[in-house]
C-alpha cells in the first residue's frame, strides 16, 4: 500500500470541508471572500516545550476564467524555513479552480514535496455527471464532492449559528483517489489570543484521515473568526514527534470588516 503523506493543507481541507447530499449544502453562495483575498500563516513547531518558527503557509484568491465558466484560481503554498529543511523539508502548491456561482471545484492540482516524498495529483471534476477524472482513472463521486482546498472557501460560507455543541457535520472530499467520509465537531464560540491578536472565534475538532504527520481521530483542534469572513484564525495538533500551532499572521482585501478581532497583538 501506498505510504501518504498529509500535509497542512490536507489537515486544513479535513476540518473546513463541510459539504454533504443536503441541499442547504449544495446550494450555498459566496459572501465571505473576494478576488484578491491573500492570507498568510506562521507554522509553529514544540517537540521540547518552546514553539519555534518552522514555516509558512498561504492562499490567495484570484478570479479568473476556466473552459469559459468564471472561477476564484485558489493557490496555497506550504514552505518550511531553510534552516529546517534538513529535517524535514516542504514545497507545496495546491490550487483549486472553483466556480463562482455554485463554488464547487472544477479542476484541482496537488504538486508536494516533503521530506523527500514527491507527488503529483491532477483531478478534473464533472459535476454533472459526479466524476473525477485523475492520471489514474475516471472516479464516481458524490454529490457537492469538494477537493482539499476548494473545500476550505466553501466552507466559510456556512451559517455556523444554526449548530449546537457537540454536532458533528459530515463531509466527504476526494482525495488521493478515493472518497473520504469524514466529519467535524462543533465546539461553539470562544475568545482566543493568538499571535496577531485577540479575536472571538468558532471552534471545532475535526475527525481528520491518518497520515505520515498528523495522527488519525479528533485531534486537532481549529479556530476560525466568528464574523462575516470566516478565516482560520489558529491551528494546533499533536504530529508524529512534538505538535503544531499555526496562526494567521497577515491579511490583504478581506470582503468584510474583521470584527471578530478584539484587540491587535
Request: aromatic content about 14%.
Amino acid at each position: 500500500m501506498k505510504k501518504k503523506v498529509l500535509s497542512l493543507f490536507v489537515a486544513v481541507g479535513s476540518w473546513l470541508t463541510l459539504t454533504s447530499a443536503d441541499d442547504d449544502f449544495c446550494n450555498i453562495r459566496n459572501t465571505t471572500f473576494v478576488d484578491g483575498e491573500n492570507i498568510t500563516y506562521k507554522i509553529f513547531y514544540n517537540a521540547l516545550g518552546i514553539y519555534l518558527d518552522a514555516g509558512t503557509a498561504s492562499f490567495t484568491v484570484t478570479k479568473e476564467t476556466l473552459n469559459n465558466t468564471p472561477v476564484f484560481h485558489i493557490v496555497g503554498l506550504g514552505t518550511s524555513n531553510s534552516s529546517y529543511d534538513w529535517i524535514f523539508k516542504v514545497r507545496d502548491r495546491y490550487e483549486s479552480f472553483i466556480d463562482t456561482t455554485t463554488l464547487l471545484p472544477i479542476k484541482f492540482i496537488r504538486n508536494v514535496d516533503e521530506g523527500g516524498y514527491k507527488f503529483y495529483e491532477n483531478v478534473t471534476f464533472n459535476q454533472q455527471t459526479n466524476s473525477a477524472i485523475t492520471n489514474k482513472g475516471v472516479y464516481k463521486v458524490p454529490n457537492c464532492v469538494q477537493d482539499v482546498l476548494s473545500s476550505i472557501y466553501y466552507s466559510r460560507n456556512i451559517d455556523f449559528n444554526k449548530y449546537k455543541i457537540g454536532d458533528k457535520i459530515p463531509f466527504t472530499m476526494f482525495l488521493d483517489n478515493e472518497i473520504h467520509n469524514l466529519y467535524i465537531k462543533y465546539y461553539g464560540k470562544e475568545t482566543i489570543k493568538t499571535r496577531y491578536g485577540k479575536f472571538k472565534a468558532i471552534k471545532f475538532k475535526p475527525l481528520l484521515i491518518k497520515g505520515t504527520i498528523f495522527e488519525g481521530g479528533e485531534k486537532m483542534t481549529v479556530w476560525v473568526s466568528d464574523d462575516a469572513n470566516h478565516i482560520p484564525l489558529r491551528i494546533e495538533s499533536p504530529i508524529a514527534v512534538g505538535k503544531i500551532k499555526v496562526d494567521m499572521m497577515m491579511y490583504k482585501n478581506l470582503r468584510n470588516s474583521l470584527s471578530s478581532l478584539i484587540k491587535f497583538r
